[in-house]
Every structure is written in C-alpha cells, then in structure tokens.
C-alpha cells in the first residue's frame, strides 16, 4: 500500500525566513494532496489541498509542490513568523474516490526571533 | 463557533472498560470519519462513513465500532480498553460522499487508559 515519507522531522527557521518540506510517496496513481497544521493542544487545520492535475498552488504564503515524476509534494512557507510554529502534516490519498488520507510522520517547525 | 465538535476532550479510563467518544458536525457534511494519533505511529485512519453508511474500516480490531445515529454524528464505542489505545482520536469530516477531498478535523479526545 501507499507509503508516506516526510522529511525533516524538526526545522527551526529564523523569522522571515523561508522553510520547506517534503514529503515523498509511493503509489504513482495518488490523486489528491494536501497539508494540515497542528498547533499544540488542538485539531489539524487544513492549510492547502492539490488534485494530481496540478503542479503548483499558491496562497497566502504558502506554495505547494508537486512533482508527480519523483512522487513528491514540498510545502513552501515564504517569510516565517512566529504564528508559522507548529507540526505540519502531509496527507494523500490513493484514490479520488477515496476517503482514507495516509498522513506522513510530521515535522515539527520552530520560528527563532 | 466551532464546525466540528468533540467530546470529551480529555478521557481517562481502566483497562477493560468501554468508552463511547461522541463527534458532531456542523459543516453539512455527508462524509465522516476517525483517525488516531499515538505518539508511536502518525495519524491513522480508521473508518470513513458516506451517508451514514460504513465505506472503509482499517482497524484490526472488532473492539472499536463507530455509530452513526445522525448524519452528522459519527460516535466511537471502544470496548475491552487497552493502554495501547491510549492516543488522541480526531474526527474529521468532508463535503461529498466520495471523501478524500478536504477533509475538516475536530479537536480531539485524548484518551489515557491506564
């Protein structure tokens, strides 16, 4: 089945600099992906959500990256503030008509002042 | 006001009983489902419901049997707890039957089985 790798596990970034992650994943036929935020103590935020037809989506910051040759989708936070600290997840799913999402590990993003 | 509503938050139970983890959305969502987050594995999912109806169950155990009295109510009933159920359960809901696209999360209830 699918296989979800995210990379890094901690990322500590200066304010107003950039941060990126990468998650990269298995089965060629995933159709849909997305990103979720998790603050300490609380739920998943969805933050952005590509279908496999697209290769780049911005909003509010934030870029997301697919390259469906090298199975891998990047998250890009342009100008870090501290509001940016939390635990980012990748998720995808196999299938279009499927409603599992298979989460990668995390990575636990830290903004230094 | 919150869209996705989970209660208890915070839950500590005895190895042996059973517990029911109560989830209500107020999106209009017609797709429920359950994940688990432990601190030794990432988020896993657990079933998906699409109307009310069970579409997908990847839990290996019989102990954990979600109920859907509501369309938008999607409880979770664990029974014969374990300490390795002990983990943080989330609730999370989508727009279409077909799931997979945007799914919204609740908060949480952290279960501790002691």
């Known amino acids: 089945g699918e296989q979800v790798e995210q990379r890094p596990p901690h990322l500590s970034v200066r304010e107003g600099d950039s941060a990126i992650i990468i998650c990269t994943y298995t089965?060629?036929?995933?159709?849909?992906f997305s990103w979720y935020k998790q603050e300490a103590g609380a739920g998943l935020q969805l933050l952005m959500s590509?279908?496999?037809?697209?290769d780049r989506k911005e909003e509010q910051g934030l870029t997301v990256l697919l390259n469906k040759k090298d199975k891998r989708l990047s998250l890009n936070l342009t100008a870090a503030h501290p509001g940016d600290s939390a635990v980012y997840f990748c998720?995808?799913?196999?299938?279009?008509?499927?409603?599992?999402?298979?989460f990668g590990q995390g990575t636990k993003l830290s903004i230094k002042p | 006001d919150p869209k996705i509503i989970q209660k208890p938050k915070y839950l500590v139970a005895v190895t042996g009983s059973e517990k029911i983890l109560i989830c209500e959305q107020y999106?209009?969502?017609?797709?429920m489902y359950w994940y688990r987050q432990s601190a030794k594995k990432p988020l896993e999912f657990m079933f998906s419901?699409?109307?009310?109806?069970?579409?997908d169950n990847q839990t290996a155990s019989s102990r954990f049997q979600p109920q859907s009295s509501k369309k938008n109510h999607l409880d979770l009933q664990i029974t014969a707890l374990k300490p390795d159920d002990s983990a943080t359960y989330f609730c999370?809901?989508?727009?279409?039957?077909?799931?997979?696209?945007?799914?919204?999360f609740g908060p949480g209830t952290r279960l501790t089985v002691l």
């Open positions: 999370a809901s989508s727009q279409d039957g077909l799931g997979g696209r945007e799914q919204y």
């Open positions: 089965d060629s036929a995933t159709a849909y």
């Open positions: 998720a995808v799913s196999e299938n279009y008509n499927q409603g599992k999402l298979i």
């Open positions: 590509v279908l496999s037809n697209v």
């Open positions: 999106l209009g969502h017609n797709a």
């Open positions: 419901y699409s109307y009310q109806k069970l579409m």
